[in-house]
């Protein structure tokens, strides 16, 4: 398993640099709950409505 992991390692390490981000967001996303996406949906939503708040005065 270790081999595996530390021949993935170096492969991923001689990547460029935006192909080692693509992977690393690839990798993050698939550590998130199934309901993650929803989560970040609503946290968007709310946070587009603070901004609207904020324009209008109102916060």
């Known amino acids: 398993m270790l081999d595996g992991f530390?021949?993935?390692?170096?492969?991923?390490?001689?990547?460029?640099?935006?192909?080692r981000a693509m992977l690393a967001d690839h990798l993050l996303e698939s550590?998130?709950?199934?309901?993650?996406?929803?989560?970040?949906?609503?946290w968007g939503e709310e946070a587009k409505?603070?901004?609207r708040e904020i324009d209008e005065g109102k916060a």
């Not at 530390?6 to 192909?19: D, K, Q, T």
């Not at 998130?32 to 949906?41: H, L, T, Y």
Request: glycine letters at 6%; hydrophobic letters at 45%; zero cysteines.
């Open 31 to 42: 550590l998130d709950g199934p309901d993650q996406k929803r989560v970040d949906a609503l």
């Open 6 to 19: 530390e021949e993935i390692l170096r492969a991923s390490l001689a990547l460029p640099a935006g192909a």
């Open 49 to 51: 409505q603070k901004l």
